[in-house]
């Protein structure tokens, strides 16, 4: 629970020395070496801070006695999609029922729980106590969480899903004429809620997600050619479609509270890390899980035609992968034939790493802040994540 | 299925503008009536020179920009598809001499119609909300075009996704244009636009109780294509600080959607063949075809007067006469 003083000792050491080292051949510092590229090529409106400080303070609340990010911020949270579902009410009632159909509470609100979690560490160390932040604080917590779900309605018509939380998705039961409608109009009505918190900068931010998840969607179609750009143009994509609005949320609900650029890039990093964290541990749970059930022997991803981290790590063991990456596993066989030959390289093992490697960055950042029940959730958050690839 | 098509041309500011002598308009599939085409065509043409080139719009070929690009490989991959959104994504991506950017021409015209002093120029804000309204419109006429696929189709399914993929593209970059502008009211109301764009695929034009037909057309075109038009048209003036005509110029917009609209009804009704089908002929059951046209010519006309009132609210100048003549053009 502790980030003790040697581990980020260590991680600062590294990411000051490899990015020296560059031409080193070695994988898992050439991928530290990616990551800290990643960082500095990000588009940040404040400067990045790269140097990590040595960590003094312990935190002094006893291990048993924790919360989870979940229960200290669920007063936050409570009728949060009541709420989102009342903001979708003006309309047809078709469309208000299309709308609120991913709306039922059924989520894990994942996003929620991080933004709302930032916000009280962020106000907490700003000593920030005016009750109107909080409430718009509360507001980002709830578009963060619609613009998500308009993405996932798009993409399951994009994608032909005909499921998604154990219910039909919603191409299945309106049509995917209607599906991407509804997927507009509860967008339509994010940016009008974004446009009322009367703060310039947070629609910029916000904003800056929408490009990027398109964005992302459009990278994942493309392939790279050239094998060694395979993972930056993996990473790039990730960050793009999972950890942009994430990131985004964070700093904009440290905007809100007062930060300035350095503690918003505070706010910004660890949504970021936790964002890339948690679309590899899915990438990761995608080969895993599915080895665990009978009769269903490739990943969902294979199947997909996406080349993820696992595999992109293989490839490097097993160069007959490259060709099977380059058509998207399209060939009969090529699924089953690229999922073997990730269970027997260290593919897994090497993204369960570099996940960790995220975690372990995402933590170096809100260590900074003051520490507070929420402060330590965060940490929790990021150490719980890993959890989740025993 | 009706496909839909857009028209839309792409400029930059190297090329030069001339009168183009045939146009289609959005929802149409068939001529127009000769007369009825080279007076529109004038009206919109001599107001494109009174704004100077319309738009600083994309120009897929000439913006050197790694997502503009990709965006045209995507569009060329729709065109592969047998979709019905073909022909929109060819006057997208092969813009030609046959397309007009009619929505942006008049938050252009209005932004200058407002100027009370001669000198004044169209702000970089205002012509970037125009583009903002063209994309916004190009984004609804390819979401409204995604198709209903009961069996699996490998080429439409590319062509949906294709077509889901631009739109939010072309969406997501008005977005980030707004966020520009640096106006909080002006985020708001195009973002209303597009809910009540999406709002207005789910009225049906039926007569209920309370609402006649007519009422329910009205009602699904102001939230269709109204809605867009008229908070640009506010947009702008909020933008140029022409605090007095907002209301004006808001209503003015609605009044020139329902006006352009009704007439592209009429004109596609006049030279369908199959008339049965047509929404005209719903809106006026069992009435013969003379009969429906004046009917509808006497909405249409409501609509112009209505605007052209509007107008004069409006100080007198060049963007105000080219407003005024493009209202006339639909009466004919």
């Known amino acids: 629970m502790v980030v003790s003083a040697r581990i980020t000792n260590f991680l600062a050491y590294s990411s000051l020395t490899v990015s020296r080292v560059s031409h080193l051949g070695n994988g898992s510092l050439r991928y530290q070496w990616l990551l800290c590229r990643n960082t500095s090529l990000l588009q940040l409106r404040s400067k990045i801070q790269t140097v990590v400080p040595s960590i003094t303070s312990n935190v002094s609340v006893p291990k048993e006695n924790i919360p989870t990010a979940d229960a200290l911020v669920r007063p936050d949270l409570e009728g949060l999609y009541e709420d989102i579902r009342e903001g979708l009410t003006n309309t047809q009632p078709e469309l208000r ?65 005909d499921s998604r939380r154990s219910r039909p998705s919603v191409n299945i039961l309106w049509g995917q004429k209607k599906s991407i409608i509804a997927g507009d109009f509860i967008l339509a009505m994010a940016s009008g809620m974004l446009a009322r918190l009367q703060n310039q900068q947070v629609i910029i931010l916000l904003s800056q997600v929408l490009a990027d998840l398109v964005q992302g969607e459009f990278m994942q179609l493309g392939a790279r050619e050239n094998k060694d750009e395979r993972f930056a143009h993996y990473s790039e994509k990730t960050f793009k479609k999972t950890a942009s609005l994430i990131a985004y949320s964070c700093q904009a609900v440290s905007v809100l509270s007062g930060a300035d650029s350095t503690l918003q890039s505070i706010a910004f990093q660890y949504g970021r890390q936790l964002g890339m964290a948690f679309q590899l541990v899915d990438d990761l749970l995608d080969f895993i899980a599915t080895s665990a059930q009978v009769g269903k022997p490739v990943a969902a991803d294979l199947r997909l ?58 933590v170096t950042q809100v260590a900074q802040l003051t520490p507070s029940p929420y402060q330590q959730a965060l940490v929790t958050l990021a150490h719980q994540l890993l959890h989740r690839m025993k | 299925m009706v496909p839909r098509s857009c028209l839309i041309r792409w400029k930059t500011r190297h090329l030069g503008s001339s009168i183009h002598p045939a146009v289609s308009f959005s929802r149409s599939l068939f001529a127009s009536s000769q ?18 080139f319309p738009t600083s719009f994309l120009s897929l070929r000439s913006v050197a920009n790694d997502e503009i690009s990709n965006i045209a490989v995507y569009l060329k991959k729709l065109i592969g598809t047998g979709h019905p959104l073909i022909t929109t994504a060819k ?9 007009h950017q009619t929505r942006g021409l008049l938050v252009l015209l209005m932004s200058k119609a407002a100027k009370r002093e001669s000198g004044q120029d169209i702000l970089p804000e205002q012509r970037t909300l125009a583009e903002i309204t063209e994309l916004v419109h190009t984004a609804h006429l390819i979401h409204t075009g995604v198709i209903n696929l009961n069996t699996p189709n490998a080429n439409l399914e590319m062509g949906n996704k294709m077509a889901v993929l631009c739109g939010d593209f072309f969406l997501a970059h008005s977005c980030v244009q707004l966020a520009t502008l640096q106006n909080l009211k002006v985020v708001e109301l195009i973002a209303q636009a597009i809910s009540d764009y ?39 003036l909020i933008l140029g600080n022409n605090v007095e005509l907002i209301e004006s110029g808001k209503s003015f917009g ?24 047509h929404v005209l002929s719903k809106l006026f059951p069992e009435t013969p075809f003379v009969d ?40 004919c």
């Open chain 1, 97 to 161: 029922q299309i709308a609120q159909y991913y709306f039922n509470g059924e989520g894990k609100a994942i996003r929620p729980v991080i933004t709302m979690c930032m916000a009280r560490a962020i106000n907490y160390h700003l000593d920030q106590n005016a009750p109107g932040v909080i409430q718009k604080q509360k507001k980002i917590a709830q578009i963060a969480e619609m613009i998500h779900t308009a993405s996932l309605v798009h993409d399951d018509v994009i994608d032909v899903a």
């Open chain 1, 305 to 362: 035609g996406l080349a993820t981290a696992p595999v992109l790590f293989a490839a490097q063991k097993f160069s007959e992968l490259n060709p099977l990456i380059m058509r998207r596993f399209q060939e009969p066989g090529d699924a089953e034939t690229a999922f073997r030959l990730v269970l027997r390289s260290d593919g897994l093992q090497r993204t369960k790493e570099l996940a960790r490697q995220y975690c372990n960055d995402a």
């Open chain 2, 35 to 52: 007369v009825y085409q080279t007076s529109w065509v004038q009206a919109v043409s001599n107001a494109e020179k009174v704004v100077g």
């Open chain 2, 91 to 99: 006057n997208l991506v092969y813009s030609n001499d046959k397309t």
């Open chain 2, 198 to 236: 999406s709002t207005a695929e789910f009225i049906d034009i039926i007569a209920s109780e309370n609402d006649s037909a007519l009422d329910r057309w009205s009602q699904q075109m102001t939230l269709r294509y109204g809605s867009l038009i008229a908070h640009a048209c506010q947009s702008t």
């Open chain 2, 254 to 277: 609605l009044e020139i959607a329902l006006a352009w609209q009704a007439n592209i009804e009429i004109q596609s009704f006049k030279s369908n063949a199959n008339r049965a089908d």
């Open chain 2, 292 to 331: 429906v046209v004046a009917n509808f010519q006497a909405v249409r006309d409501r609509h112009v007067n209505a605007a052209l009132k509007l107008l004069t609210a409006f100080p007198q100048n060049d963007a105000s006469l080219a407003l005024g003549n493009i209202a006339r053009a639909l009466k």
